[in-house]
C-alpha cells in the first residue's frame, strides 16, 4: 500500500536519443535521462542512488553502459 509502485516498462522510442548521467561536481548528485539528438534537449528519468539504480535504469530503457555518457 505504502511501497514503491511496480509499473510496466515505459514505452519508449530510442531512435534519436542518447543515455546520459549528470552528476553534481559539488554534492555528487547522479541524475540519469537522456538527450534529444535533434534538440540536445535532456530528459530527466531517475535519480541513481547506487549501482542498482543505474543497471535498473540500462534495463528499463534498453541502453548498455558503453553508450552511457557521463557529464558534470
Do not use: H
Not at 530527466?44 to 548498455?64: A, C, H, K, P, W
Amino acid at each position: 500500500m505504502f511501497g514503491r509502485k511496480k509499473n510496466a516498462a515505459p514505452v519508449f522510442d530510442r531512435t534519436g536519443k542518447e543515455p546520459v548521467l549528470r552528476a553534481s561536481i559539488c554534492t555528487g548528485e547522479k541524475v540519469a535521462g537522456y538527450r534529444d539528438t535533434a534538440t540536445g534537449k535532456f530528459v530527466e528519468v531517475m535519480l541513481i542512488r547506487n549501482d542498482g539504480d543505474l543497471r535498473q535504469f540500462l534495463t528499463e530503457y534498453g541502453f548498455s553502459e558503453e553508450e552511457l555518457r557521463r557529464e558534470w
